[in-house]
């Protein structure tokens, strides 16, 4: 992950989006001449004539199939919650949830977050068809790869250009698990594809916003409505990540198709998943890992701590310097906010990053003491860590890489703590633990019902 | 209209799309080590896990809420048919049909076709909360001109890109018309246009499938959730168009901010909008036209005609040379086609265009006897025409703009046939009247009913 600078951005751009709003809003009924007016009417005419006119024709029958295929509409549940509602829509909210916490898996070789779009995808249609674990893990995997090898034909340059990655190739990942899943064949898997290359959705500008977990959810749900689509027949081009106005072509300057088509079948991006230990921005890891180190190594409290210097790759404050962050979001760009949380609690969770958590006394002491250097010998993936004691000591980690990398996977006793950590507030923790085991046993599944019941509140 | 070259385009790429539909579909089950499935174990059960924490959270609430807004599902008519569906998917439906034909409206400045997201996701939106034709009017004005101003700015190097204009900038459309029919306030129309602004659609790839009217559909479809999240409380960026990792600067390196914030307003795209005669590309328009005219002055039969010659920029044959035509989509794209069915029939619609018409062996005689010369004197949206008749006359004309562009616009009686030549032999020609007269005349509609009553089967 590195910051790239050379791509070219107007920074003083009007604000036009405010302006659009304004406008949308404010413009007055009618607020034009009686011929715009009249403009209006026949542009609506002829739009009538030319939507009834194609209404039996093949495209609106297929189109039509799909979106029958979405009745009636308790079709699947919405995880951690009590409704059911059509599978597209479960796809959306359920890859919404997944992300909104910033806290799921992450491929680090493309940034992308690989289940949100693949799995909400196809436990919404797999509930819905009875797809079976075995059935499900094997469209997981394979609607990841074809995700993540797109993603690593296009990295970095079309995350550089300000695309979310995760949301932007993820509709592939959800059109192949559902093609998958239904047992397409080779000729509709190929147009679900192409309908899905249509419909790439994310913006990293929205980061910070609740627009930016809506990017997976989206991803789910357009390659899964390729994939009905397909299986009606719809059509798409055959060349539509690669052609020259393909896809891949359109939104990145980097096309490697090598990483396609390369040990395709052979090797596994699912493979290098991981999984994040803490509830922030990846760069921020190794110093909080540093900090619970030595918090359980000495058994420190607050009382103890004079001081904490980390050392880090000034990468690290670039993303995450904020001092005093005063909302939870915030202080989920903030290291210091990290370590405070990370030497106090030996952990770092969601509920270290609430509005309330911030301005805890306790925490805001401690932040105050913790003092970032610069130091671009430490790789990005390190953190440097020394602290002092009220007593005297000084204490001192280097950590290379962080629990959660590749390098250091967390354990399944690990991930384990984390699943309970998240849900068992929200269905209880005789569910989270069942919830957990099937999960982590999916192959044993027979069906999905007992998993989904549960994994949401009756 | 020109053709882009300077574009670098990739014409040998591998056939990446076909290889991975291969391997989605053929690779079997459990295909790779007991690591990889136990890497998949963990993905999803990390996955699930970070689902089920932020189920309460409001970015679920807000999202919940907008879905739950499309049930129960019949709320919207498909236009020519007899079913309703949610209103989100009529939006897709109706986008769909009316591209169909691609015998839609022309904002010929950008080639956006700006009804179809626009119209599509206001006529489902407004049907189920019971709009009146003058909010539907006013919205359509609206979102029309918020969705050619963006493509004011971005046209042509957005286009050159590969991208479909009409949906890759038409949910901005669709999201500022709902929005103006909902009568969101300023804030929620900037999250409307925000959340939209991740999600365009549509590839210049896709031309000749049935993912290119898949195109406005879709961008209806999302403007219309956009603004429906929105309603609820949903956040994005305030600057996702404008911002360097905003939509405008992501997807064109044109960015002209003046074309939106100049006179807005006070001038309006849709006064530019244009309606196609003939149900094939623009650039054949003027030969169909000269052909048609030559025709009823001379009142020439097939037996009359020796031979034809249109003089034609090179355009035109570039796009629409194709000299033998089998299907009817394929004679969409040849000229010599249009002119023969021109001078038989004095028409060029969508029936002239069938499968059956382009192998009928009048056609067939007389496309033969139609010959196209080169010569780049001659403009884009010109033609010089020529027929030697059998009895020895020779008969020229010389169009220099086509009935249907703006310099010669469609009078109302061409506007209503082409709407009745559409519509009759689906909801039959008394419908097909009452719907004409409705529409055109919208503003006096006090609700929707009774034009939708008209727009469809019973």
Chains 1, 2 share one sequence.
């Not at 500008?205 to 789910?220: D, I, L, N, R, V």
């Not at 409290?301 to 310097?321: F, P, Q, R, W, Y």
């Not at 000084?394 to 354990?411: D, F």
Request: charged share 20%.
């Amino acid at each position: 992950m590195a910051l790239n600078t050379t791509v070219k951005a107007d920074h003083n751009a009007p604000a036009i989006t405010e302006m659009l709003a304004k406008f949308v809003v404010n413009h007055p009924s009618k607020g034009w001449s009686d011929a715009v007016d009249n403009e209006a009417q026949r542009t609506f005419a002829n739009w009538l004539g030319c939507a009834i006119g194609p209404s039996e024709h093949e495209t609106l029958h297929a189109a039509l199939a799909a979106v029958n295929e979405l009745a009636p509409a308790p079709q699947a549940s919405l995880l951690g919650r009590k409704e059911k509602v059509d599978m597209a829509n479960a796809a959306l909210l359920n890859g919404i949830s997944s992300h909104t916490f910033d806290f799921d898996d992450t491929h680090l070789k493309t940034i992308i977050h690989p289940a949100g779009p693949v799995a909400s995808a196809i436990l919404a249609l797999g509930e819905h068809i009875g797809a079976s674990g075995r059935e499900i893990l094997d469209a997981l995997v394979i609607g990841i790869e074809v995700f993540c090898r797109v993603g690593n034909a296009v990295y970095p340059n079309h995350y550089d250009r300000g695309w979310h990655i995760t949301g932007s190739t993820g509709m592939l990942g959800s059109a192949a698990g559902c093609a998958r899943l239904m047992k397409l064949n080779v000729l509709q898997t190929q147009m679900a594809l192409g309908i899905a290359a249509s419909t790439p959705t994310g913006l990293r500008e929205q980061f910070g916003t609740m627009t930016k977990p809506f990017h997976p959810g989206s991803a789910a749900k357009a390659g899964l409505m390729a994939a009905l689509m397909a299986k009606h027949g719809y059509t798409a081009s055959k060349r539509a990540l690669e052609a020259p106005r393909g896809l891949m072509q359109v939104f990145s300057d980097k096309t490697d198709w090598s990483e396609v088509t390369e040990n395709l079948g052979q090797t596994w991006e699912i493979a290098l998943n991981t999984y994040k230990p803490f509830a922030c921005g990846i760069v921020i890891h190794p110093s909080i890992d540093g900090c619970v180190e030595l918090r359980n190594q000495y058994k420190l409290t607050a009382a103890d701590i004079e001081k904490v210097t980390i050392k880090v790759h000034s990468l690290v404050l670039e993303l995450t310097g904020k001092k005093t962050p005063v909302t939870g979001l915030e202080s989920k760009f903030s290291v210091y906010h990290s370590c405070a949380v990370g030497l106090l609690y030996g952990q770092a969770g969601e509920h270290e990053y609430t509005d309330e958590a911030v301005n805890r006394p306790e925490v805001l002491s401690l932040r105050a003491k913790v003092e970032a250097i610069v130091d671009d010998a430490i790789a990005e993936a390190s953190s440097d860590i020394t602290i002092l004691t009220t007593d005297g000591r000084t204490l001192h980690v280097h950590i290379k890489n962080a629990i959660g990398s590749v390098e250091r996977p967390m354990s399944d006793v690990q991930l384990k703590a984390k699943f309970v950590d998240q849900s068992a507030p929200v269905i209880g923790a005789e569910k989270a633990e069942q919830a957990w085991n099937l999960a982590r046993n999916l192959v044993d599944c027979k069906d999905l019902k007992a998993l989904l019941a549960a994994a949401t509140r009756s």
